[in-house]
């Protein structure tokens, strides 16, 4: 059973910093690319970054560019997003996201409020 399974959200400051990961199993993870997608409260799915199966290639949102860092350990199962210098509109639900085929594979996600 594929299980992808966000953590690391939480409050914090505009300005501030704060890490996301997603553990992942049922899959062989280091085969897939692999996608964060947030949800802002009363909106809808926003696409924030992409990764390539190894790490080599990394794709971005115009408005996380500079601010937000994708990253992957192919030998924890594990991705990750390093969000910089946020901002309130950053605040959502982040999701952890792969697409096999036409099947799409979402996290529960992890919530992030960026709020003073």
């Known amino acids: 059973e594929v299980q992808l399974v966000e953590s690391g959200g939480g409050l914090v400051q505009p300005g501030g910093s704060l890490r996301v990961s997603c553990a992942a199993s049922?899959?062989?993870?280091?085969?897939?690319?692999m996608n964060w997608v947030r949800q802002a409260p009363g909106k809808g799915l926003e696409w924030v970054s992409s990764?390539?199966?190894?790490?080599?290639?990394?794709y971005y949102a115009e408005s996380m560019k500079g601010r937000f860092t994708i990253s992957r350990d192919n030998a924890k199962n594990t991705l990750y997003l390093q969000m910089n210098s946020l901002k309130p509109e950053d605040t959502a639900v982040y999701y952890c996201?792969?697409?096999?085929?036409?099947?799409?594979?979402w996290g529960k996600g992890t919530l992030v409020t960026v709020s003073s």
């Open positions: 990764i390539s199966w190894n790490g080599d290639r990394t």
């Open positions: 049922g899959f062989s993870f280091d085969d897939y690319a």
């Open positions: 996201h792969r697409l096999a085929g036409s099947i799409n594979y």
